[in-house]
Each structure stands twice: as structure tokens, then as C-alpha cells.
């Protein structure tokens, strides 16, 4: 079913009371492919890891748990997705930042690890989100990128193309090398039109200058 445009601006940028309602409907729709994400990064106890696009933090318990004593920060532009996560963390050790992806509050190679899980259909510059994840990751950390692509012809019909953009592969793949990431793409969702693709990149040693 098409999901109205109103709702799908709730995704983007949640707020007021529907919003709040669309926090506590994706923190279940969307758990499973958060978990696949988490489990490829194959996270240790100490770790620092950064979910970027965090909606209402469920992640985050998670990644507490699989890297206890490292540092979990979860980031969203939405001032409501932040409070939803920031009451979700309250019992376990956890930060919460209203930011955007293209401009995160983090010193350089702050972190080991990243995950992004449906938040690129947002962006309007896909390879200036991609370096500034870079830019706050580790030489040689990771960051899991899971997304639907334009080949998931149920979610491009469900969702309204002026607020979700759906990129072919190669236009996701081709901006994360440019911003200096080596790409893999994972083998449990490879190649299955209507599941997200579930990319893992891993920060080169050697950054790549812009052109
Ligand atoms: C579909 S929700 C997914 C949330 C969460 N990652 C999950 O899997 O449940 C998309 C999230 O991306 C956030 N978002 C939108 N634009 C963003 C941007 N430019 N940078 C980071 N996050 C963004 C929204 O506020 C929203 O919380």
C-alpha cells in the first residue's frame, strides 16, 4: 500500500505526536535489519560505534551490550527521534546527538564502527554524508550501510519519490569509494530485489583528497 506523503515526512524528520507514534511503529519495523547490520560489524567489547540516522535508538541497547565498556552514540537530526532515544538509554551508558549526517559533532577517528540503517533515501549529497562518516571513523573502521534500492520495485511504489530516494547499487557504492571506503557487499542480502542491500565499507588506511 502507498503510504500518504505526510507519513513518510514523519520518517525524515519526525515530530509532534504522530511522530512520536511513527518512532514507536519503526523501532519495531525495522529491528530486524538493525540486528543484521549490528551482527555484520561484528562488534567487540570496547568498541566505540556510532549509529547515524539512530531514529528512537533501539540499536543501542544492542550495541551496548556487544561492546560493554567501549562508547555507543546514537545521532538524528529529528529533536523528537532524540528525546524518544535518549529515554530508550537511560538504564545502560549511551549519548545521544541531534545531527545530521553530512555534520557530526566528532573529532576525527573517533570511532571503530558506524551503522546506517534506512536513513541515505534522506540525503541530498550522498558522497558528503559518506566522507564526514569517514572523517569520524578510525583507518580501517567500518561502517554498515543497509538500504532498499531502486530495484525493490514494492518499496518504490510504497514510498513517495519526493521524499524517499531509492539509487541504483552502483550510485550508492560509487560515492562511498570516492569519500574512501572499500566496499563489500554482504552476502547474506546480496543480489534479492525486494530485501535491502546490506553493504559493509571499511575506511581506507589512506585518505582520498576531494577532487
Ligand atoms: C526510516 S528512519 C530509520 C531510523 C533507524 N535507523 C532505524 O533503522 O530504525 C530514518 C531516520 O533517519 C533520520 N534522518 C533523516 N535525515 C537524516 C540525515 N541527513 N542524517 C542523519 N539522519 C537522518 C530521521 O530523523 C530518522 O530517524
Not at 27 to 38: D, F, K, P, Q
Not at 142 to 153: G, H, N
Amino acid at each position: 500500500m502507498r503510504r500518504p506523503r505526510f507519513i513518510a515526512e514523519q520518517a525524515r524528520c519526525a515530530e509532534g505526536p504522530l511522530g512520536r507514534f511513527i518512532a514507536f511503529v519503526m523501532a519495531r519495523e525495522t529491528w530486524g535489519h538493525n540486528l543484521r547490520a549490528i551482527e555484520a560489524l561484528d562488534i567487540r567489547p570496547g568498541e566505540s560505534v556510532l549509529d547515524v540516522g539512530c531514529g528512537p535508538g533501539r540499536s543501542l541497547a544492542e550495541l551496548a551490550r556487544r561492546a560493554q565498556g567501549g562508547r555507543i552514540v546514537g545521532a538524528d537530526p529529528s529533536k523528537l527521534m532524540a528525546r524518544v532515544a535518549t529515554r530508550r538509554v537511560r538504564k545502560f551508558q549511551a549519548e545521544i546527538v541531534v545531527a545530521s549526517a553530512a555534520a557530526l559533532p566528532f573529532e576525527d577517528g573517533a570511532f571503530d564502527k558506524a551503522l546506517c540503517v534506512h536513513v541515505i533515501y534522506f540525503w541530498n549529497d550522498l558522497e558528503a554524508a559518506f566522507r564526514e562518516i569517514a572523517r569520524v571513523l578510525k583507518p580501517g573502521g567500518r561502517l554498515a550501510l543497509l538500504f532498499r534500492t531502486s530495484a525493490d520495485e514494492a518499496a518504490v511504489r510504497a514510498f513517495p519519490a519526493e521524499v524517499y530516494r531509492f539509487h541504483v547499487l552502483s550510485d550508492v557504492v560509487a560515492p562511498l569509494e570516492a569519500a574512501g571506503f572499500a566496499v563489500d557487499v554482504h552476502d547474506a542480502l546480496r543480489g534479492e530485489h525486494n530485501t535491502p542491500m546490506l553493504l559493509i565499507a571499511a575506511k581506507r588506511r589512506a585518505s582520498i583528497p576531494r577532487q
